[in-house]
């Protein structure tokens, strides 16, 4: 099964969220399984993005041991049908997922354990590299910056020039600012209007249903933010966006296959 080697797409890629966790933010994505994500599939999901830990605002830890009983059957299985993302920050996780058949490491840490910069060259494998303010149970807890975008980015961009010098292909790495991972509106309004600093590094943006998006649209509820979380992925499109990471697949490929047809 290929695997997608950077730009020259003439829209974002779109990552489906498969959490398999009873305590993710959004809660008709939690308990997810094999059937959620060959929906996904079906519905034209170039990635599939698996988590087994929740990191929304407030979260706790939970053990290594329940981490990889809940993602490690859902990445062998899921893998034999597309790309697979593994969704984690702990090292020993990442490396069974990517014995599974995983193909992307997502590293909400940021590679803060060196231990995972150096399975990701090991493996050779695709990585995005986050950024998040603190630990999520204390990631929104006052938030601050002297200057969001550039604190953020060089953060971002120093990680992924160390994966470089190291001899990773610079076309298998994805840079996310981590909207609402230790941030306010403001920082998560900056940070997107401030991706081009992410350059040349692929950008994944994951923006789907925040709360960022409940602020702006007044809806506090995540179930009623599908409308906002395709506008976001609208200006993503028209700006080059390299990736989407959304729980409404459907609904986004369909919305970039008017843009490309508009576009034509």
Known sequence: MAVFEGAGKSRPQVMGI?????????ESSREGNIESA?????????????????????????????????????????????????DTRNVEVARLAVKAGATMINDVSGLRDSGMM???????????????????????????????SMEVNQMLISKANE??????????IYLDPGIGFGK????????????????????????????????ICNQPDSAHRLAGS???????????????????????VDLFAVLEKLEE
């Not at 994966?163 to 298998?172: A, F, Q, R, S």
């Open 18 to 26: 498969i959490n398999a966790t009873p305590d993710s933010f959004y």
């Open 38 to 86: 060959m929906k996904m599939i079906a519905n034209g999901a170039d990635w599939i993005d698996i988590g087994g830990e929740s990191t929304r605002p407030g979260a706790t830890k939970i053990s290594i041991e329940e981490e990889i009983a809940r993602v490690i059957p859902l990445i062998e299985e899921i893998s034999k049908h597309c790309n697979v993302s593994i």
């Open 118 to 148: 150096d399975l990701v060259i090991e493996s050779g494998c695709h990585v995005c590299i986050m950024h998040m303010l603190g630990e999520p149970g204390n990631m929104q807890d006052n938030p601050q910056y002297d200057d969001v």
């Open 163 to 172: 994966l470089v010098e190291k001899g990773h292909p610079i076309d298998k």
């Open 184 to 215: 306010n509106l403001e920082h998560n309004i900056e940070l997107l209007q401030s991706f081009s600093q992410l350059r040349p590094y692929q950008v994944l943006w994951g923006v789907s249903r925040k709360s960022m998006i409940g602020q």
């Open 230 to 252: 395709l506008a976001i992925a609208a200006k993503g499109f028209y700006e080059g966006i390299d990736v989407v990471r959304v729980h409404d697949v459907r609904e986004h």
